[in-house]
């Protein structure tokens, strides 16, 4: 499905959002239908907003409408147009987007106001996962592999990048193989089109995988390998050591060292209605016992996973829950304070250089790399990602 017949098949939801604000249960109050993009079916983002949704049916009567994209910019795209409310998003349409790089660096893109309402942190892993028939037990054994490069999905293909950047590898030392989106990449491993790719080793693709003739690996990625993580770091700040216990073959009994961050995260735009998404974050953090064991991975929703002082500020909405319930302290308040500041200053620069620059896209996305490091240097922040 590309990005126009996402946003056409919305239309009539968009339609339907604002008509009936009901109150329900503990004193909840929600539109009978809500709408989050999401990833492909067969995720583990998709299965989990799923099961969230049968939870809010239960407990509210909302109805909750899951839309599958096949990667960052169409989940992105229809809620930037309103047509959906919320997105269960990976970090490219939390954090690249809101860093305006890669494909969110076009003239059609640019920085994006985006704010968080919850993350899962679960005992699982975002990173490379194989084929078992490939021999690539760790990460370095990606030298020579055929690795997956999801078109239009930036996230995924700089999660890969920071990884390879782990054991000193690049995609020149690797086989690069394109796909259209992250379903058709793993049914390309399925069917030895590749060997490895990024995911979350909770995603049913891992399931079918394990069950097939090649069989499934999960490349370690050792805790101890201080320069590896400086490496992996300097590309990708979101990660964090994981020793991942869920997924095929994977238990508390025998867990996989390997690397993660928050999946999926749950956005929507700095200007979503603060009422709404308060009684969103409510709404999926009070019914968390009605769907924590209703997909892979769903207990990571829990209100002790989230991580307040991540690298994307959590919208107002969010924040007043939080404050209501006391989980909320001045050293989560400020920096939030300062992740605000730094999405303004991407603002500021993106709208300079607009006003003054005609040139093709390609000259702009040059000129966009170097105004943009230029702006958060001058204000003292990190770069971090400073060419695309």
Request: aromatic share 10%.
């Amino acid at each position: 499905m590309d990005s126009r017949k996402l946003v056409n098949g919305m239309a009539a939801l968009g339609l339907a959002f604002g008509l009936t604000a009901a109150a329900y249960g503990n004193d909840v109050k929600l539109p009978t239908t809500i709408a989050w993009s999401a990833y492909d079916v067969g995720s583990a983002g998709y299965n989990q907003a799923v099961a969230i949704g049968n939870a809010l049916k239960n407990k509210y009567g909302v109805n909750l409408r899951v839309l599958p994209g096949k990667n960052d910019v169409s989940r992105n795209l229809v809620l930037r147009e309103k047509k959906v409310q919320f997105s269960a998003t990976g970090v490219g349409g939390a954090y690249l987007a809101q860093e305006g790089v890669f494909e969110f660096g076009a003239k059609a893109w640019g920085p994006q106001p985006v704010r968080l309402l919850l993350l899962n942190q679960a005992e699982q892993y975002l990173a490379v996962a194989a084929a078992g028939d490939a021999g690539i037990k760790t990460i370095a054994d990606l030298k020579g592999k055929r690795i997956t490069w999801i078109v239009g999905a930036p996230a995924l293909n700089q999660n890969i990048t920071a990884l390879l950047a782990f054991s000193g590898l690049t995609w020149d030392d690797v086989q690069k193989v394109e796909f259209g989106g992250y379903g058709a990449a793993w049914e390309g491993i399925l069917n030895n089109q590749a060997d490895a790719g990024f995911t979350s080793s909770v995603a049913g693709h891992l399931y079918k995988l394990e069950n097939s003739p090649r069989g499934l690996s999960h490349p370690i990625v050792p805790h101890d390998d201080e320069e590896g993580w400086r490496r992996l770091r300097a590309r990708a700040p979101y990660f964090v050591p994981v020793m991942a216990t869920e997924g095929p073959g994977l238990s508390k009994d025998n867990p996989v060292e390997s690397a993660g961050y928050p999946y999926p995260i749950l956005i929507a735009y700095q200007d979503q209605d603060e009422e709404l998404v308060y009684n969103m974050t409510r709404a999926v953090v009070e019914s968390y016992d009605l769907y924590k064991d209703g997909a892979p991975g769903a207990a990571g929703w829990g209100l002790d996973r989230q991580v307040f002082a991540w690298v994307v500020p959590w919208h107002e909405g969010a924040i007043r829950y939080f404050k209501e319930i006391g989980v909320w302290t001045a050293e989560h308040q400020a920096h939030n304070d300062r992740l605000v500041q730094r999405q303004e200053v991407l603002a500021k620069a993106w709208q300079a250089l607009v006003a003054q620059h005609d040139g093709d896209d390609e000259s702009f996305v040059k000129a966009w790399m170097q105004a943009r490091a230029k702006a958060l240097q001058e204000a003292g922040m990190e770069v971090v990602i400073d060419a695309w």
